[in-house]
């Protein structure tokens, strides 16, 4: 400890460094006000990459670099595949080498945390598309006669994802049923439970089911698919005759005779 000091002191090197005697004293100052981690393999309480897991366990985002000693430097080499950025050989190393080596540590575990930032957005990005292919469904109209337009706008700003679903399915006599529901609260968790809902109904709706049927299953999926009782949807629901001349309207399962003229 007392050399790395005095070669950073001869390099002129801008770096603040604080000793830990022990893995121990280590882990309660971690991850504290700390950039990068100079870790000796060889410590009183630990000996190896045991050292190097603890460290990244209570630090995951600071950058570590091993020191290692002459007869082990092989175990440099193991302590980066281990998660450390980059090892030096004790003895061999100036002022000038560990300031850089310090420097390029730092750079590179933060290009490494956004390379895994960047791909963790990019995963939930995929899962929320499909999410979204979940909750807005391509309609299952064979009417030429029936359009249907659509319009899904985030109502917080920056909100990418919400539990809002709809449906419109025409079944084999003609007669159409449209669907539009909104799961309490916005992200995956709600919009998953938003999808089975979709799903349950318009399995409902192709069977044949009566009305109170569909929303009675309905809250069955939302009961067992939600993890907490706090969670509810508000569904509504409308039924066309196969004419196009009369429509049914049912809000939560009370129904709503509404004329279509």
Same mark, same amino acid.
């Given at each position: 400890?007392?050399?790395?000091?005095?070669?950073?002191?001869?390099?002129?090197?801008?770096?603040?460094?604080?000793?830990?005697?022990?893995?121990?004293?280590?882990?309660?100052?971690?991850?504290?006000?700390?950039?990068?981690?100079?870790?000796?393999?060889? *410590?009183?309480? !630990?000996?190896?990459?045991? #050292?190097?897991? /603890?460290? =990244? $366990?209570?630090?995951?985002?600071?950058?570590? %670099? @091993?020191?290692?000693?002459?007869?082990?430097?092989?175990?440099?080499?193991?302590?980066?595949?281990?998660?450390?950025?980059?090892?030096?050989?004790?003895?061999?190393?100036?002022?000038?080498?560990?300031?850089?080596?310090?420097?390029?540590?730092?750079?590179?575990?933060?290009?490494?945390?956004?390379?895994?930032? *960047?791909?963790? !957005?990019?995963?939930?990005? #995929?899962?929320? /598309?499909? =999410? $979204?292919?979940?909750?807005?469904?391509?309609? %299952? @109209?064979?009417?030429?006669?029936?359009?249907?337009?659509?319009?899904?706008?985030?109502?917080?700003?920056?909100?990418?994802?919400?539990?809002?679903?709809?449906?419109?399915?025409?079944?084999?006599?003609?007669?159409?049923?449209?669907?539009?529901?909104?799961?309490?609260?916005?992200?995956?968790?709600?919009?998953?439970?938003?999808?089975?809902?979709?799903?349950?109904?318009?399995?409902?709706? =192709?069977?044949?089911?009566?009305?109170?049927?569909?929303?009675?299953?309905?809250?069955?999926?939302?009961?067992?698919?939600?993890?907490?009782?706090?969670?509810?949807?508000?569904?509504?629901?409308?039924?066309?005759?196969?004419?196009?001349?009369?429509?049914?309207?049912?809000?939560?399962?009370?129904?709503?005779?509404?004329?279509?003229?």
């Amino acid at each position: 400890a007392f050399l790395v000091r005095e070669l950073l002191l001869d390099a002129d090197s801008e770096v603040t460094l604080s000793r830990a005697r022990t893995l121990a004293e280590a882990t309660l100052a971690l991850p504290g006000d700390v950039d990068c981690v100079l870790l000796d393999l060889g *410590l009183p309480d !630990s000996d190896g990459l045991e #050292a190097l897991r /603890a460290v =990244l $366990e209570v630090a995951p985002s600071i950058a570590v %670099l @091993v020191l290692t000693g002459l007869a082990d430097e092989h175990r440099g080499t193991e302590a980066v595949a281990g998660g450390a950025q980059d090892y030096l050989v004790k003895g061999a190393i100036d002022g000038q080498l560990l300031t850089r080596a310090i420097r390029y540590a730092v750079e590179r575990k933060r290009a490494d945390e956004s390379v895994r930032r *960047l791909y963790a !957005s990019e995963v939930r990005a #995929a899962e929320n /598309a499909r =999410l $979204e292919r979940g909750l807005l469904p391509q309609p %299952l @109209v064979r009417d030429l006669g029936v359009e249907v337009h659509r319009l899904y706008r985030p109502g917080r700003h920056q909100s990418l994802l919400g539990g809002d679903f709809y449906d419109v399915v025409e079944c084999a006599d003609g007669v159409l049923f449209a669907l539009i529901g909104d799961v309490a609260g916005h992200g995956p968790d709600e919009a998953a439970i938003g999808v089975c809902l979709r799903i349950a109904w318009r399995t409902l709706v =192709l069977s044949g089911a009566d009305a109170d049927t569909i929303f009675a299953s309905m809250h069955d999926v939302l009961v067992s698919e939600r993890e907490s009782d706090e969670v509810f949807a508000t569904v509504a629901m409308v039924r066309v005759d196969a004419d196009r001349t009369r429509a049914r309207f049912w809000l939560a399962g009370h129904p709503v005779p509404l004329l279509i003229e």
